[in-house]
């Protein structure tokens, strides 16, 4: 039977429209988008789903998703974080490959996939590895992982430190036209830093990085994308600094994209206020402008892609002194509350926004994904943007409650989540 959303505050990040409708789906598959919201009559022969006004979009893709199996199932499995993905009205994680061990085999690769599909509701796509080990010296086999699935390649924040293995690692991936994610980061500026360099690091006494440390790890990966012609993506751009480099790259028509995810774009390094270790992420969060010239880059499209970079940690690598605490934080279910906050601070609007939560994480990596189209895999979120309530990290899915916004007070939530038309969360 074919499914109708009536009602409903579409929300296009294709066509950058946000206007009442209604959605049609059969068969997992969106088979029309109407213009008129359906409020007094359906089509004979169809289930309706009263939408009563409230936002319905794309499912998020949520690209650089840490899971901790194998090796770290205490802090995240692949069932807890299907669960918080749907809950966050995220369809489609791609996950990353800093596991123990890293997934840097096809038979490592073959394991997460399979339990992917055991375990989870969303769509899953793995990255791989670029080099054995994260080690940064003897690339993995691209040709055979990518046949096994993986949607990129990626050694995370283990900077690959040799331009020459760099360089030899793009040009395979060329030749098999793989996306190499990178993260730009000079690693011995940034080697055993906490928060960025500036008054109110020297005030805390807190070990430092320089903005510029991202700039200079930035300049080399363009350079060497530049020489090689490969397909790279920068997973965290988060300094102004940084922004006159990815625009020259974008302008010389390098294959070029970047990332950024949702706590640089909300968050400030003054949030660390006395040493809460629930900020500590990486790279460290910067200062307002920096924040507010993020926020301007994805507003103008320099920035392509926002994620939540969901990190999980146990309560006891974060019960530490903040300079020995464990980096990252949870978000798979704030994802989208966060993102509100742009909105409904005029920043960014809801369009804008799906763009790049959404859309252009699919065009990324392939996907037929991202769009309220005719054709399109009918993976679709249901949410109200000014729904309010305060944060209360117990109640979060996920294993681990690592989430820098516990106790916040925030708006946006997801109603219903839906993966092949199939409802897969209703709150």
């Not at 074919?2 to 429209?17: H, T, Y």
């Not at 086999?141 to 990518?146: A, Q, Y």
């Not at 996306?179 to 940034?190: N, T």
């Not at 988060?238 to 970047?258: C, F, I, M, N, Y």
Request: with cysteine.
């Amino acid at each position: 039977m074919a499914i109708v959303f009536s009602n409903a505050r579409l929300i296009d990040p294709e066509g950058g429209s946000d206007s009442l409708g209604a959605v049609m789906v059969k068969d997992g598959v969106i088979q029309k988008v109407h213009a008129k919201p359906f409020v007094n009559r359906v089509p004979a022969g169809t289930e309706e789903i009263d939408c009563a006004g409230l936002c319905l979009a794309p499912g998020i893709i949520d690209l650089g998703v840490k899971i901790c199996e194998p090796g770290e199932r205490h802090k995240e499995s692949y069932r807890t974080a299907g669960l918080a993905a749907a809950r966050g009205g995220v369809t489609t994680i791609v996950t990353r490959p800093d596991t123990l061990p890293p997934v840097d085999s096809p038979e490592t690769l073959e394991f997460v996939t399979r339990r992917a599909q055991e375990a989870t509701p969303v769509n899953v796509r793995p990255m791989a590895a670029l080099t054995k080990g994260r080690d940064g010296r003897e690339m993995v086999e691209i040709g055979f992982l990518s046949d096994a699935g993986a949607v990129a390649f990626s050694d995370c924040d283990h900077v690959v430190t040799s331009p020459k293995v760099f360089a030899r690692a793009l040009s395979y991936a060329k030749s098999l036209d793989a996306l190499v994610i990178g993260h730009p980061q000079d690693p011995a500026l940034s080697d055993g830093a906490a928060v960025t360099s500036g008054k109110f690091a020297s005030l805390r006494g807190l070990p430092a990085v320089s903005p510029m440390a991202e700039r200079m790890g930035l300049e080399r990966d363009l350079a060497l994308v530049e020489m090689t012609g490969a397909k790279y993506h920068a997973d965290g751009i988060t300094t102004a600094a940084s922004l006159p480099a990815l625009q020259r790259a974008k302008e010389a028509g390098l294959d070029v994209t970047a990332g950024i995810n949702i706590h640089h774009l909300t968050l400030n390094e003054l949030d660390v206020g006395d040493y809460r270790t629930f900020f500590k992420i990486k790279p460290p969060l910067r200062s307002e402008d920096d924040r507010l010239a993020m926020v301007d880059a994805v507003a103008s499209g320099l920035i392509d892609i926002i994620s939540s970079m969901h990190t999980p940690q146990d309560e006891e690598s974060k019960r530490l002194p903040f300079e020995e605490a464990a980096s990252g934080a949870v978000a798979l279910e704030t994802l989208l509350p966060a993102a509100m906050r742009l909105v409904h601070s005029g920043m960014i609007d809801l369009p804008t926004l799906w763009r790049a939560m959404s859309l252009n994480p699919a065009k990324r990596l392939g996907l037929e994904r991202g769009r309220l189209a005719e054709g399109a895999p009918a993976d679709l979120v249901l949410f109200d943007p000014d729904a309010p309530f305060v944060l209360d990290r117990a109640k979060l899915a996920s294993k681990s409650k690592n989430t820098p916004f516990d106790g916040a007070r925030m708006q946006g939530r997801v109603m219903a989540t839906y993966v092949a038309g199939r409802q897969i969360y209703h709150r």
